[in-house]
Each structure stands twice: as C-alpha cells, then as structure tokens.
C-alpha cells in the first residue's frame, strides 16, 4: 500500500497524469473507487483484497476524460486486459494510461503495449469458485432444464440496464436499446423486451469480453448474466482460437474470418 | 383440430439462394408452401436480431441461406456469416431454444432442386418438433405492447 | 402517409393459372398505405406499364410494388417505367408471386393467400422505402495497361487513339512480350516481327502513350475511376536522353556467355545488352547481377566506349506514384521448362527443348539465324519428334487444362522444320488436335498432306539418349497401342502455358481475384470475360488463360472499348445501394464509436476514418465513413455494427425489419 | 548398426551370391543382420494374381515375427520381396478392411512399427566419404547401373527421387571410386518373370539393355535385384541367340562390386557362380 502511496504521489507531482483512479475506503467495510487529483488525497487509497471491481470502466465516461489523459489506474488482471482490448477498438491508445499492477507486493507501472500485452498474457481468467460452479452446474443440464432455469433467471430482469453501466466495454454513446427505428430491443421488461436485450448483449461481447464479473456483481437482483458472455466468449475461444484482451491490435473476433473456421450444421 | 401446419420464414441471400429458388420455379419443381422468402443482398447482411423478431411474432422456423464458400459474389460475405452463426446459434442453445428450429444452408443459383428439397424438409423437421414453445408465451407479450398502441413495429 | 400503387400481373397464365390475381388485387386495397390497387394480363408490356405510368400521374403515388416475376428479371424494366413518370425509381420493388409461388404450388386458396402474404411483405418495405440518387464519382482519365506483350501495345493503341492518356509498363527492357519470340505467326505464316515491329514502334512515338519499360507496378489503392498506382522504374544504368543505341557499349561488355532470357538459354548475351535487334526502345540495359562492376568494381568498359558518356552507375530505382481510371492487365504467361518432366528426361538432354527455344531456333534473329540445328551438337536434325500436350490436360501434373495453342504452333513448327530441312522428316505424337479457329484446320492439314508431317496419335512414356540418338517412346493408340519407337536427332515439347512467375504477387497488390492455376479470374465467363470482379480492372491476353494471338488482340480491343466506355462521361454513376454512416446534430455528430471493426468486416476497404470537428475546429471524435465509390453494398458491416450506426440504402435496417414484422402481421 | 534380414528364396538359391556377397562385407562395414526367424514366402511369385487378401497375409506374417524380434529396421535385398512387404505394411496401416480380416483370419498381431528398407537405404548410409578413404582398393570401372522395376517403381510405394532416372546407386559406386555413365534404359524392363514362360522376350528387352550399355563402353552392369540379375546373366545365351550379337560385358551385385573394394577374394565374393565369365573384372582389379 505504502508502494503505492510513493508511486501516486511520484505521478501527480511530476504531472505525469491527471487523475489516479483507485480504490479507497468506503462504507461499512467495503471499498469504493476513488479519483485522485491532489497529492493530499494520495494517502485515501488503499490496495487489498477487498479492491477486485474493474475500474477500467471509468476511463470510457467523459467526465473522466475531461481532466485529459493520461489517466493512472489501479489495475487488477482482469483491468489490464480491459484495457488491451479497449485500446484494440481504437477506444485508448498507448500511452493514455499508466497502468498500476501489483506483483508480489512491489507496484510497477505498464505504459508500453509489450507490457500491458505481456502482464495480460501472463496473468488469464481465473474464475472465483462459485463461478466455476455454476458453469459445471449449467453444463450438465439438458436444452429443456437451461430453458426454466434461463426463464426463471430472466423474469427477475427489469431492464435498469445497470449492467451496461458497469461493463468497460459497452462503451456506446447511443447503444442499441435506445434505437427505435425500428425498435431492436423492446423497451418494457417484459419476456421480449428482456430476451432480446440479454441475446444482444451476449452477442455484442461475443470475442470481447474479457470475463471480469462486473456485470453479475453489479446486477441488484442478482441473475448471473456473466454466465452469457462467458459462454459466448467460450466458443471464440474453442472456433476460433481467439482470445480477447492479449493483443493491442488484434481485429475482433466477429468482424473476421478465416477460410477454414470448421461447422457441423450447414446442410 | 387441423394438423399443425408450421410458419417458416427464409433469409436468403439474392445473388445465390433467391437465385436458385427462382430456379425451382422456372424448373416447375412443387414443394410445400409454409416458407416465406426475405431476400437480402447476401448472407453477411442477415442480422440475427431478425431471426429473433421472426421466432417473437410467430415463426416456427428460420431457414438461414446463402452462397457456398467462396462463392460469394461480394467475396466474404459468407464467411463473415459463418463465424456469426456458429457464435449466435451455440448462444441460443446455451439460453435453451432449440437449435433445430434455425436450418442453416448453402444454396448456390444452380441448386434449384435443393432449394425444393431444403424447404419440404425443413417443413417436415419443425412439424415434427410442433409449434415454437419457447416463443409462446412472449407472442402474448406482444399482443399486450400492441394493445397500448404505442407499438409502430 | 404513403399512397403505393400494387400492380398484380398474370402474366399471361405464368400466374393466373394458380393464383386469384384479382383477389390479390382486392386484398391489397384495404392495406394501409395503399392507394390504388389493380391487375393486368401483361405488367411488363408497354400497356401495362403505362398503367403505372399514368397511375403514377394521376394518384400521385409515393411507391410502386409490382407483384409479378423475380426482380432478378424486371426490377430494371419497372424502374424505369418509375422514373419516366416521375417517380424516384427506388421507390418501386417487385414482388415474386410467380418463380416463389405460382409456378411451385397447386391452384388453391392457399397459393393465393401465400402470394398476398409475399405483396404484404414487400408493401411494407416500400412504405419504409427511401429515394435513391445514383452516386457520381470523378473519372481521371488516364489508363494503365500492365504488360507490354501484343495484348497490352494493342489496348494502350486503342486507347490512346480514342484520345485518353495511357500509361504502359513493361517489366522487361523492351515491349513486345513472347510474340516478338516467335518467328512465324499460325495460320497465315507471316513473319511475327514484320507484324508487331510498326506496332511497338506506334506505341514508342504515340504521343498519348507514356512508356515504362524495365518498370513493375508494386501497388495499387483508390477506386474505379481514382486508381492510384505505384511504379517502381529499375535503375536501367543508362541515361536514356543522351543514349543513341549505337551499340558500342554492348560489343565492349566482357562478360559474354550470359543465357540470353530472350532466346529462352539458347544464345548468350552480354551484361549490357539490347534483347533483340528489334527492341523498343532500342537502348541497352545493364544487368546488376552480372556486371562486374557492381561486383567488383572495377571493369567500366562500357563507360569508356560509350561514344555520349551515357552510363549511369550510380543511378537508382525510381518510384512515381500516377493517377488512373482504369487498368488493364496484360501480363501475358510463359510456358513450362523441360525440366519439369521427368518422363523426358529431366531437361538433362541438351536436345529435348520446347516450343518456345524451337521458335528461338527457327528465328531468323535467333542464336542459329534461322538455320535449324540442335542445341547439342549444332548438326541439322534430321528427324525431329514434336510431342502435344507436355505437361497441358495432366491432372497427375497438377494441369488439367489445355493450353490450347500448342497444336497449331507445333503444326507450324513441324512445317517450317520441313520448309528448312527439306529431306528431314517430323513426327507429331497428339491425343486430339485442337485447330478451332479461322483457317487453323485446314492449316493443319497442309501440314499433314503438303509437308507429309507423320501425325501418330498416342502418348509418349519416355524420352531418353542412346547412342547419340534420342529414343522416343510412344504408343500409336489407331494401330492398336501398337508400340512405336522413333531414334529422333531432335524432341520438341509443346509444353504447358501457365501464369508467369510474378502473377499472385500483382493480383495481390491489385486486389483481383486468380484460379487455382494463378490465372487472373474473369467477372463472368461467357457474360463479362474481360472484367474482374472489382470495377475499374481489366483482362486481356494470357494473363486470364493461355490463348492465341488473335484472341489476345480481339480482348485487348475489347478492354479498350470498356476503357473508353467508361472514360466517356466525365462523372461515373453507380447504383446508390451502398451503406452509409448516420450523422447527426451536435453534440453527437455521430452514434458511431469509433471502434472500426467494420474496416477489418469490409472486402471492398471501402470504410475509411473521418475527423468530426466543431465549427472552430476542434476534434470531436473519429468516426467511421463510408467510400460510396468502393462500396459494393454487400451490408456485412450493417449486420456486424453493434449500435447499428451503419445503415445499407435499398436493404435498410428499417425496410428489412418490416418485411419479417409484417409477415406475422395478422 | 544392427538390421533385420529378409533374404528371401532367390538369395538361399538362384542368386546365392548376392547373400554370400552381403554376408562377406557386413562386418567389414560394421554391419549387423539378424535374420527374421522361420521366415515364409513372401507371395512375390503368384500370389498377388490369385488373391489379394493372401498376398498380403503372407508378407504380413514376416511383418508381425519381424515386430516380435524388435526388428525396427528390416533389409530385404530382393526388389520383389521389398515391393510385396512395403505394400502390404501399407495395406495394413491404411485399410482398416483388409487388417481386420487378417486378424480374423490368421490372428496377426501387427502395429507397424517396423521400416522396409533396400539394400541401397543401408549401403546409401554406410558407404560414406570417410569409409571409402580406407578402402584398400577402388574399383575404376566404367559401369551402369541397372534398377529394374520394383526398386524405383511404383512411386507411391518406394517414393523414390528422380523416378525415371534415380541416381541412388550411382552415388554408391562413384564413392568406391567406380565412373557411372549417364544411361537411358536404367529403369527399362528386363521381362521379369517371363523368362520362364517367353522367354525369347527376356531376350529382345535385354538385348535392348545389353546392346545400349556396351556400345556406351560400359566395362560392367551393376544391379541390385536377383530376377535383374538371373535374366542379364542367366539368359545370357538366349539373349545372344535372340538378337544375334555376342555380349560378354559381366552383370554383378552393387554387393559383389563393393566386396572388391573392400579387398574380398573372388571366391568369397561368389563371382566363379555368374553364368557369364567375371574374368574380365576379376582379373583386373585384384
């Protein structure tokens, strides 16, 4: 933590960047993230297991970017390949941010791409147990189980769309669900409205998303959409051989192809 | 009551597919008439969203076709198609709808008798698995958007 | 709200005999939107699209769907009927009640109701339907024509003297390609150099024509009508302005014994040379790789014999970057080395050569000056084998095509042995002889009954050398495979014609489409055989497969009258189904983000960045814009953009969602 | 270096020489063979014109005791045995139909694990620079060498280089100090086995062969095949009696010729067993 204090205060004194985006103590216990701007906050931050939200959907917001890059930021692995990949959809660019990892206990700054690609590659998904448990769990049900268990799950949704907001990588000014001509997604929570919201979200991070869990951990009734994109993310994986957040420059899964990408269900 | 007569919609692509169904037609070859055809330039512009309307409003059945690869007259069209339908349709079954009830293909202009043939199976495959159950009861849903009036559509 | 005019057809009895047209008719009436709703025996007779015209007029009508044939066959025929009315003329769609409805199902209730389901579908997308303007793109019109063998000198000549600046790049040092190799020309025997010589000459004084030989086109960007092509012109170590190709230097060079490339390895050249007597431009070249100066540095005999000082060692590639509407391809093929046969004997025999060193030898400017003599031993052969299909209709080989000409200049070439060696005799060993242009039979069988040339139809198993001899192994597959076996002095192997080396490297950096073979693809076989797939690029020559003179001069004009075509009018317009970006008002400017993965889902490259920037200046973002003169309107980037920023004219996002909507619609 | 032997029929009779002759330079040239025990026919003769299931059960026999003895490299100095046994390994390990019905049937166990090879395969890589310093005499001789058939053909089997004009044994002869001169009939047919039923063929094709040799001056034909050998050298006097024209020009076995080299006696070396006199090389080069 101490690290960490030296090396913030290193960075606004010499200008280096404008805001720290970190993490700092919030209320009963729990952590809260924090912009530092003046070499006083510095002390606020705080580094332990409890700081595991992915702070890189703070570098999308403008009222972000209105204090103008480069932006530090306190970085898990899951927020250093948010980053790589933001930077592949020309959303970043190198040297925007300076990157802060911890590595046994010392803190290092990643700026260049071989860095951030290196530190990515290095450190994959690691899914929390409980995850991997549900993903066991919904791997043995039959079509007709994962349908009530997806219905079920499903009509809990209102459609406060919270897990756009927490998502670094739904990042569109004016995404689908605001289009209404025609109108993709319908508006009411009701089965329709929520079934083609949820499709297209998976759809949207298919080959994207870089498996942080902000989307379940933001969800206020709790329905495990994280489960969707990972499935998603799964199969670009195992088609495609492709792995999200390891390449600055990597095109996207979906906007290419490769001649031989192999089918079992074309008649 | 009637047997259950299946509503099937077919996103085509207008270089090959279309092609080849105008081909069944000059070659005077019947087949069953559940399918309605919506043409499109070609297979990389068919958006799965459309698929997801036609099972909402009622479809039974989506039959998905274009050119074979590489021989598609804008290129790649088809591939890019490709890699949609395998990540959308793995997506579907994983959320538990059916994959059966989306019939993927390629039809080249000279396959006028596969056209035929793809349709009375399709047709024969979703009679066999009923009505879509999935979408059931989001038909209602629809009805109740329609009621407030506020639905253009 | 919008008046649409539904046009229901019976064409003739095409529909009528399976579908109630007037119950079409009446159904179509009540549906919103639709304001006049008839049908008529005959939609695409002038009669009945004069109902559209005058309905048009009179009902004022906002679209136009007619229920009849596939669009495939009319849309244009409508749309035009539109237009002359006054109506934009993407407002009009058609609807396939005959191909997908009439003619596949019985006469029955449910054959109408399908055929009223198939007008609703697309009464609902022309009520979504928006006008359309053709897009008008600059032409420059300049052409570039790749290849200076017969085909391209015959396109850059038309060209030219339709008035257009022409471009002309040549990879050797002189123009002239493998016609200048041969010696005569099938069916009519006339002297191949008397007939291309004032050609190339043409090209080299034409004042339209700009030549580049010695030169390779490395790159090609921009768009039909707004080429942009990079020309690397080799350092020729010459200063062309003062050289007078008198020569001096070429005799000087003491480095002799180069394979002349030109004489296909039979003669020899020096490391400054001029290829052939004939050559245009008639100025020497120096051969890097084999000048002692750039190996050693020292010799520079040339330079001291140079009566204009007019070597240039120290002169470097040049690279230019031109502006051009169009380009043709003419870059011609070559055919296969002997030693890509093992049956005949792995082009270790000095006397087993093919068609092209034959012609070499039969040439009067060839290494023998015309006399025929073997490459071996320089004695006059006095039986000469000429073996068909070497290496062409071989699928074993990897060539399972005929190359097509190699039966008439193998007839040629067994006629002009005799023309030379009166008392020497040539076998031919065939499968079939492919003589199918004007004259080119009879040719054959001057050859046969005149020159008393021994046609043996069979195969040959092997070639090989025995006493001095070579023996030819052969079947004569008409006396019952009986084995024949001729000791020849000579064999000649009419070998396989296929692309050149450089062929995918250029088709690559072009951006055109080539077969397994690397012969460059054609747009359509029968329909558009001198087109490519991308608009703007043409084919002439061998370059699209081996094929003869004649033909290759007959497609050279056939892309230049394309050429011209398209350089007729200033502005070029295209179909306006192209997908556009949607921009709108500050603080906005656009829903696109930026984030280009449509550029990696485009195969046209059609989507470049464009900068928004307030009034004063500032950048607001960089957003995705699309080329309407690359856009081919496939919609594969409308499909993929994730916040549907991307909208495809004629195929909207809009007009395909109420086609599915309303097929459900009760 | 340790191989597995096939000798086959031809070697233990009509050809003993070519055994005798392997036999003599092995040690020289630190060559080790283990025989394959209780080998059978490998059906080279008939058996692949009766039935083909037998003519592939048979070399798979030699196969399967082969893989027991842990052979992994197995000679077979016959062409027509290396034709039969490298086409039934390939038969085993493809055709899952023929290898089930072999199991049935005669209860084979084989997962072919064991390599074909000629007798050029292990000469190529024992014959080397360095050994060619030692060898105490060269044999300088003008010859051609003769493959046949079954050694180089056909090519899916033995993948040969250069199919129509290989060059194997050429590289061998040249490294004992031998001249191989460029030859067209080097693969050309010697008649095989129709030296027993027309055998006035055998004469016109190996006249063919014979004529061409002697009018390039070669002093000597080096084969690498018994039935090679028994029709240049057996039938030479049906040849002579057919074309007319007298030959002596000897036919020896890349074996025997790399035996002179190695300084082996005539005897030794089998030479008095060749129908036509080897005098002319004997004589010479001892």
Redesign the interface.
């Known amino acids: 933590m101490k690290q960490l204090h030296e090396r913030a205060h290193e960075l606004l004194e010499q200008k280096a960047v404008s805001v720290i985006i970190g993490y700092g103590e919030g209320t009963e216990g729990r952590v809260r993230p924090v912009f530092i701007r003046t070499l006083e906050a510095v002390r606020l931050l705080v580094w332990d297991d409890r700081c595991r939200v992915n702070l890189a959907v703070y570098l999308n917001k403008p009222e972000i970017r209105k204090f103008g890059f480069p932006i530090a930021v306190v970085s898990t692995p899951a927020t250093v390949r948010t980053i790589v990949q933001l930077i592949a959809e020309h959303q970043l660019s190198i040297g925007d941010v300076v990157v802060l990892v911890r590595e046994n206990d010392t803190v290092r700054a990643l700026i260049q791409k071989e860095d951030l690609e290196q530190y990515a590659r290095n450190n994959p998904v690691i899914f929390p147990p409980f995850v991997i448990e549900e993903i066991e769990l919904l791997k043995k049900m039959s079509i007709e189980e994962r349908f009530t268990y997806w219905q079920e799950e499903l009509a809990k949704c209102f459609k406060c769309y919270a897990c756009r907001a927490a998502c670094p990588l739904c990042y569109c000014e004016k995404c689908i669900t605001d289009v209404n001509q025609p109108q993709w997604v319908c508006v009411a929570p009701h089965p329709v409205g929520v079934f083609e919201w949820h499709i297209n979200r998976a759809m949207h991070l298919a080959g994207r998303c870089i498996e942080c869990g902000s989307c379940t951990i933001a969800c206020p009734v709790g329905i495990p959409i994280a489960l969707l994109t990972i499935e998603a993310t799964r199969v670009v994986k195992e088609e495609f051989a492709f792995t999200p957040g390891i390449d600055c420059n990597a095109p996207s899964a979906l906007s290419t192809f490769r001649v031989d990408d192999k089918e079992t269900f074309i008649r | 009551m009637k047997e259950f007569e299946p509503k099937i919609v077919a996103f085509v692509c207008n270089w090959c597919t279309y092609a080849g169904a105008d081909l069944t037609g000059t070659s005077r070859i019947h087949y069953a008439p559940n399918v309605r055809v919506v043409r499109f330039p070609c297979t990389g512009r068919i958006d799965y969203n459309l698929i997801i309307k036609a099972f909402e409003r009622g479809a039974d059945g989506v039959i998905v076709s274009g050119c074979h690869p590489n021989d598609c007259h804008y290129t790649s069209g088809n591939f890019h198609a490709r890699r949609r339908w395998i990540v959308f349709r793995t997506l579907l079954e994983y959320i538990g709808i059916d994959p059966r009830r989306i019939i993927f293909s390629w039809v080249s202009a000279a396959e006028g008798a596969k056209w035929a043939d793809l349709v009375n199976k399709a047709v024969r495959e979703i009679r066999e698995l009923g009505p879509a159950k999935e979408f059931i009861n989001m038909k209602q849903w629809y009805e109740f958007e329609k009621a407030l009036g506020g639905f253009r559509g | 709200m919008a008046r649409i005019g539904v046009f229901v057809c019976h064409c003739g009895e095409n529909i009528a005999a399976t579908v109630d047209c007037e119950k079409v008719a009446k159904a179509c009436a009540q549906l919103p939107g639709v304001a006049y709703s008839i049908d008529y025996k005959y939609m695409c007779s002038d009669p009945g699209q004069n109902l559209i015209r005058e309905a048009i007029k009179e009902k004022n009508l906002t679209g136009v769907v007619v229920a009849a044939c596939s669009p495939r066959m009319h849309e244009p025929t409508f749309r035009r009927a539109c237009a002359e009315a006054g109506l934009n003329p993407y407002l009009c769609e058609m609807a396939n009640i005959r191909e997908h409805c009439s003619w596949v199902h019985p006469k029955s209730e449910e054959t109408t109701l399908k055929a009223i389901d198939i007008v609703k579908t697309i009464i609902a997308k022309v009520r979504k339907n928006q006008p359309l303007y053709p897009i008008k793109v600059p032409v420059t019109k300049t052409a570039l024509v790749i290849g200076g063998g017969i085909a391209g000198i015959q396109a850059a000549l038309d060209i030219a003297n339709a008035g257009h600046r022409v471009i002309l790049v040549e990879k050797e040092p002189s123009i002239g390609g493998h016609m200048a190799q041969l010696s005569e020309t099938f069916p009519t025997l006339d002297c191949s150099q008397c007939i291309l010589t004032p050609r190339m000459v043409e090209v080299a004084q034409h004042p339209s024509i700009t030549l580049y030989t010695y030169a390779e086109v490395e790159s090609l960007t921009g768009f039909i009508g707004n080429f942009v092509a990079r020309i690397r012109k080799k350092a020729k170590s010459i200063d062309e302005k003062l050289c007078t190709g008198c020569g001096e230097c070429v005799n000087a060079c003491p480095i002799k014994k180069i394979p002349s490339e030109f004489n296909m390895g039979l003669g020899t050249r020096p490391a400054i040379y001029i290829p052939f007597p004939q050559a245009v431009p008639n100025k020497p070249v120096i051969d890097r790789s084999r000048c002692t100066y750039f190996r050693t540095g020292k010799c520079r005999f040339c330079e001291s014999k140079c009566p204009t000082k007019a070597i240039r060692f120290d002169q470097n590639d040049e690279v230019i970057n031109v502006q051009v509407g169009a380009v043709v391809v003419a870059t011609g093929f070559t055919v296969l080395e002997s030693t890509f046969f093992p049956e005949y004997g792995y082009g270790q025999y000095k006397d087993v050569v093919t068609g092209l060193q034959f012609e070499r030898i039969l040439s009067a400017s060839g290494p023998t000056l015309g006399e025929v003599r073997r490459p071996s031993d320089g004695a006059i052969p006095k039986k000469v084998v000429f073996i068909t299909c070497a290496g062409s209709r071989d699928p074993a080989k990897g060539i399972e095509y005929c190359s097509k000409i190699c039966c008439m200049y193998t007839a040629k070439h067994a006629m002009l042995y005799k023309h030379k060696v009166h008392d020497g005799q040539a076998y031919v060993f065939y499968m079939d002889i492919r003589a199918t242009g004007k004259g080119y039979d009879e040719f054959v069988r001057r050859a046969i009954e005149e020159d008393h040339v021994k046609y043996i139809r069979g195969r040959v198993s092997r070639v090989y050398e025995r006493n001095g001899k070579i023996v030819v192994c052969g079947a004569d597959t008409l006396l019952g495979a009986e084995p024949v076996e001729i000791e020849a002095d000579m064999v000649v192997l009419a070998t396989a014609g296929v692309a050149n080396p450089g062929a995918e490297e250029l088709a690559q950096a072009l951006h055109i489409s080539y077969d397994r073979h690397r012969f460059f693809t054609e747009a359509h076989p029968k329909l558009r055989p001198v087109e490519t797939n991308t608009a703007g690029i043409f084919l002439a020559g061998a370059c699209q497969s081996p094929k003869d003179i004649p033909e290759s001069v007959g497609q050279a004009s056939a892309t230049a009258s394309k050429v011209v075509a398209l350089f007729s009018r200033d502005e070029l317009t295209r179909e306006p189904i192209v997908a556009v970006v949607n921009r709108c008002a500050p603080p906005l400017y656009s829903t696109c983000v930026g984030c280009f993965m449509c550029q990696t889902a485009c195969p046209y490259s059609a989507i470049e960045r464009e900068e928004l920037r307030t009034r004063d200046g500032t950048l607001v973002k960089t957003v995705a814009r699309v080329n309407p003169g690359l856009c081919q309107g496939c919609g594969t980037c409308v499909a993929f953009c994730r916040s549907k920023s991307i909208d495809l004219q004629g195929y909207s996002n809009e007009q395909m969602y109420a086609e599915v909507v309303e097929l459900f619609a009760e | 270096m340790k191989f597995g032997l096939y000798p086959g029929c031809s070697l233990e009779a009509s050809s003993r020489e070519y055994l005798e002759s392997l036999r003599a330079i092995a040690p020289k040239l630190g060559l080790e063979f283990e025989e394959v025990k209780n080998w059978n026919c490998c059906g080279a003769s008939s058996a692949h014109a009766i039935d083909h299931l037998f003519s592939v059960a048979l070399p798979a026999t030699i196969l399967a005791q082969a893989e027991q003895q842990q052979l992994k490299d197995l000679v077979v100095p016959c062409a027509a045995c290396y034709s039969r046994l490298a086409i039934a390994k390939i038969e085993l390990t493809e055709n899952a139909k023929v290898r089930n019905e072999l199991q049935a049937k005669y209860h084979l166990s084989y997962t072919g694990t064991t390599n074909i090879l000629t007798i050029l395969d292990v000469l190529e890589r024992v014959i080397t620079p360095e050994v060619s310093k030692q060898l105490p005499k060269r044999f300088t001789k003008n010859v051609v060498c003769y493959y046949g058939c079954l050694l180089v053909r056909p090519q899916r089997i033995t993948n040969v280089q250069?199919?129509?004009?290989p060059q194997q044994m050429e590289e061998i002869v040249k490294t004992i100090g031998a001249h191989p001169l460029?030859w067209?009939?080097k693969t050309e047919c010697c008649g095989a086995s129709f030296s027993i039923t027309r055998t006035e063929l055998v004469g016109k094709l190996c006249g063919r062969v014979l004529d061409?040799a002697v009018?390039?001056g070669a002093e000597a034909i080096i084969v690498a095949c018994p039935m090679c050998h028994s029709n240049l050298d057996m039938r030479r006097s049906v040849i002579e009696h057919v074309t007319g024209k007298k030959y002596t020009i000897p036919v020896l076995f890349i074996t025997q010729v790399i035996g002179f080299a190695l300084g082996l006696t005539p005897a030794q070396l089998g030479m008095t067993r060749h129908f036509v006199s080897t005098e002319s090389i004997v004589s010479t080069s001892v």
């Not at chain 4, 250069?162 to 004009?165: F, I, P, S, T």
Request: with cysteine.
């Open positions: 250069r199919v129509e004009d460029p067209g009939m061409d009018c390039r």
